[in-house]
């Protein structure tokens, strides 16, 4: 998108590099935004916990992320009987993030850890088998920070869902697991707690 910028433009240049990473979204689509139904009451679950998941199934480049949840919502309710979406948000291929169940109500799991007071962030697809790109990284560890810092969780209760259960899942899959196994993860999301933004 830089490629036409007239080179008399150095400080308009500079302002969009320096906002650069405002590329990667901050915030989320809300459900009305995709075309989900919410919940509008809470139990008031505190969060004390964020957990990664992925949502272990191949996500394909130009499937819609929006259909996807909307079909998602139907089947966590009609299926599963759970009362929305089992995750609080959710990342897509290019690392915008969606609102998914409401973050005062405990999430929802098919393994036996206790999902109170977790956070709970899905990447759409398998990272057995998919690489995470740079965008959905530089986004995950943004949303992540943000809302570590919101909540107040530590570094060592940001974890992904084998680290709680490790024989019953590999879930968020390897290319996501291996950044929290090398300490990466936690790297990146401390540095960005100590960025202003
Ligand atoms: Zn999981």
Redesign the pocket.
């Known amino acids: 998108m830089f490629l036409r910028m007239n080179i008399g433009l150095l400080i308009v240049v500079n302002v969009l590099l320096d906002s650069c990473s405002a590329l990667v979204p901050t915030g989320s689509i809300s459900q009305a935004e995709w075309g989900g139904t919410p919940v509008a009451t809470d139990s008031g679950q505190t969060i004390q916990y964020i ?6 199934v191949v996500f394909e480049q130009g499937k819609d992320p929006k259909a996807y949840l909307q079909n998602l919502q139907k089947w966590s309710r009609a299926e599963k009987t759970w009362i929305d979406l089992p995750y609080h948000y959710i990342l897509d291929l290019d690392g915008n993030i969606y609102d998914g169940r409401n973050p005062g109500l405990p999430g929802d ?3 036996s850890y206790d999902v109170n007071h977790h956070l ?1 962030i ?1 990447v759409l697809g398998n990272y057995e088998e998919q690489i995470m790109s740079n965008s959905q990284m530089e986004s995950l560890v943004k949303f992540t920070a943000k809302k570590a810092r919101k909540y107040a969780v530590p570094p060592e209760n940001i974890r ?3 680290d709680w259960v490790p024989t019953e ?1 590999v ?2 899959g390897r290319d996501i697991q291996r950044l929290f196994d090398s300490g990466e993860f936690h790297r990146m999301v401390s540095d960005r707690l100590k960025s202003k933004n």
């Open positions: 957990t990664i998941h992925h949502s272990g799991t098919n393994t709970i899905c992904t869902h084998k899942t879930c968020p």
